[in-house]
């Protein structure tokens, strides 16, 4: 008689190649663990792995015609095709309706994120969130002083807006009406504003948008306009320079969801990228 059943030995066949195939799925799964471990990368990596960020497109919203808050424009003026109405505001604004703000026909509002070193604006991610999910597009400035290192302020400025790319480019506002009373020579501010310039563009990828006042400008020049898109201000009348991206015209305009005076502004996607600059007071 045979030592065991035709059935037996079939069965204890069927166990033999189920644990070499075991076995060699475990000498498998242990060599690509130490691999991974050795490229310095986690286990499990692959199912782990991030989504992949989705891109924001920049967005202007067409200002419509019958917007009420193109009654700040001055007389006799009319958007242009292609030009949208927009505000610049800070906590000075105090809170803000957005909701009321794009029902009046804002499309686009600059918003200050920080001033010097040190100082973050105390309305700016309320402002930048309510502006956002009413539909007007944010973009955000810094106010620049000479009391604190360029490289200082950018830090600072990229801390509280990092790159956006649904956002308006960012801005720089250089005037002497802040709290810093400091007036270096000119090649020592030219330096520390160049210092920023170059910190926040590379963070962004973007060109700045470069708003001076005319003191400034006589005092310091505008070294940094070459290239970068313009924020003029002029009233009455547009600006003289045609190839302006950002017109502001007025600084005590009346906005529904605002219950102060607030800056009104008129933009030019299609000069956002800049070719020249020089932002003059006229």
Not at 158 to 183: I, M, Q, S, W, Y
Not at 259 to 271: A, F
């Amino acid at each position: 008689m045979p030592r065991f059943s035709r059935a037996e030995v079939y069965r204890r066949q069927y166990k033999a190649i189920v644990a070499m195939f075991t076995a060699c799925f475990a000498l498998v799964s242990i060599a690509t663990l130490v691999n991974t471990i050795a490229a310095g990368q986690p286990p499990h990596s692959r199912t782990n792995a991030a989504a992949p960020v989705k891109t924001r497109v920049m967005e202007i919203p067409a200002t419509p015609p019958d917007a009420p808050a193109l009654t700040n424009l001055p007389r006799g003026v009319e958007l242009a095709e292609g030009e949208s109405i927009g505000i610049d505001v800070s906590s000075h604004q105090k809170t803000i309706h957005w909701g009321d703000v794009a029902d009046s026909g804002v499309s686009f509002a600059y918003i200050k994120a920080t001033e010097g070193s040190g100082y973050t604006d105390p309305k700016f991610a309320e402002n930048w969130k309510g502006a956002l999910t009413a539909g007007v597009t944010p973009g955000a400035y810094h106010y620049f002083t000479l009391c604190s290192p360029g490289a200082d302020q950018a830090r600072d400025f990229l801390k509280t807006a990092p790159p956006d790319t649904g956002a308006l480019p960012p801005a720089l506002d250089l005037e002497f009406d802040g709290a810093c009373e400091k007036r270096p020579e000119a090649e020592h501010a030219n330096a520390e504003v160049e210092d920023f310039v170059k910190i926040v563009e590379k963070a962004w990828g973007r060109k700045l948008v470069l708003y001076s006042s005319k003191e400034w400008r006589m005092h310091y020049d505008l070294p940094h306009a070459e290239g970068r898109p313009a924020w003029q201000f002029s009233h009455p009348k547009r600006p003289a320079q045609e190839d302006w991206a950002v017109w502001q015209l007025s600084f005590g305009g009346k906005v529904d969801g605002i219950s102060t005076k607030v800056d009104i502004d008129v933009i030019r996607p299609k000069y956002l990228t800049g070719e020249r600059s020089g932002v003059i007071d006229e």
